[in-house]
């Protein structure tokens, strides 16, 4: 059975990233399947700590989990169970036995910022809640 890992501080800069990234190189490095999420939204950036091990050129472009709640979110829409598989990539590592699958906060475009997303759909779920009472 698999085992989930959380990295959280309330405050920014205590090396919450860096942690993660390096259990997560050791992890793949025993053989383990690893996924690590990017659940900053506000200012994702986990890539670019493995930018050395991946051409991760377009992953500004790369859907993730800002997308895969706006879908949720968003009724007209057909929901998709495991709509998260599709949105994997894989980080191959020197000397691992096993990848690093990683998934990103969300697009970051100049049209439509991750920022915006997550504003929106925040004021979005709370008109929901107080709608449903």
Known sequence: MGRIITFYSYK???????ALANVAVLLSQWGRRTLIVDWDLEAPGLEILFTKYASLDNIDEQEGIIDILSAASASSTKKRKNIWRDLIVEIKLDQSKMPVHFLTAGKRDERSTLRKSVISMCRTFIWKKKAAN
């Open 12 to 18: 920014g800069g205590v090396g919450r990233t860096m």
